[in-house]
């Protein structure tokens, strides 16, 4: 059984609402506009995932007027089995489910096996695909932490996770939202990586207060990544390296400004589609 949240806004109050969506719901809503107030209409697949998703607006917007209700459980596994297409990330890696590994047709790629869920995605969004090509041109540049350990914040699926142990590195991966680490656990067990990722419900303060990282990714949303840039700094160990997403290109130069005020320098940016990754590399010119 699936879910619907209905948050009614009123229209004055729009623009803060859908940036407050964009941070706990970042794999979509609807929209509905009338005269004064607007519905912002989410779907989750599980209960307890609609409660967190509550408790989460209900703690920044604690007069917030909410409305659930369930909806007929469409068959969106087996839908998934007939859309689903395999896709190839920069020559390395191919993206895919357990019931198409039997049809990947070039041997020379690593699988990324993933189960899709509705909150969380398959691996094909732009943001996913432009931080595993900028890991694998860290690889293909001799930069990659081999035998280190990497920390993936916002790991949702766990693709990030699970490719930086295919890469060489072992892995913590954090997650606030517990239906996601429930996936990432579930993909991370697919792909045999269970004893080289650590998995935890959890955000960054749930890390020592000294404790250091080769390799940071954060593939989040520009809002968080922006507050939490001072954290997210402090975790890079000496001539480490920084990969951020979740960033539209028009939100670069406000991103990029709040690492520089932390010390940081222009980062190297790529683009796919409206979205960008950001990366810092303290072992090469950026």
């Not at 007929?72 to 087996?78: G, I, L, S, V, Y």
């Not at 993933?114 to 890991?135: D, E």
């Not at 990497?150 to 930086?164: E, H, N």
């Not at 996601?180 to 020592?208: H, K, P, Y």
Request: contains cysteine; negative net charge; proline residues 6%.
């Amino acid at each position: 059984m699936s879910y619907i949240l209905d948050w009614h806004v009123p229209n004055t109050q729009l623009e803060s609402a859908v940036d407050l969506l964009s941070e706990v719901a970042p794999w979509g809503w609807e929209e509905t506009t009338g005269p004064d107030e607007s519905v912002l209409r989410i779907h989750v697949q599980e209960r307890r995932q609609l409660k967190h998703l509550q408790d989460r607006i209900r703690r920044r917007r604690p007069e917030a007027r909410l409305e659930k209700d369930k909806e007929k459980d469409a068959d969106w596994q087996t839908a998934w089995q007939f859309f689903f297409q395999p896709v190839q990330v920069a020559d390395t890696f191919c993206i895919l489910p357990p019931w198409k590994l039997e049809d990947q047709d070039n041997p020379d790629l690593v699988p990324l096996i993933v189960h899709p869920k509705m909150a969380f995605g398959t691996g094909h969004h732009p943001t996913t695909i432009l931080c595993l090509q900028a890991m694998v041109q860290l690889r293909d540049r001799g930069l990659w932490p081999a035998g280190g350990t990497v920390l993936d914040l916002g790991t949702g699926s766990g693709i990030l996770a699970i490719a930086s142990v295919f890469l060489g590195s072992g892995c913590i991966a954090l997650d606030i939202d517990p239906v996601a680490t429930d996936n990432a656990r579930e993909n991370i067990e697919a792909n045999g990586v269970s004893r080289q990722v650590l998995l935890g419900c959890a955000d960054i303060s749930a890390l020592g207060p000294k404790q250091k990282f080769p390799l940071v990714v954060a593939n989040i949303l520009a809002g968080p990544l922006i507050r939490m840039a001072p954290e997210l700094v402090s975790l890079v160990q000496e001539r480490g390296t920084l990969i951020l997403s979740g960033v539209l290109g028009s939100q670069v130069e406000s991103v990029t400004d709040a690492y520089r005020l932390q010390g940081m320098g222009i980062p190297r940016v790529e683009h796919l589609g409206e979205w960008a990754s950001l990366v810092w590399s303290g072992t090469e010119e950026s």
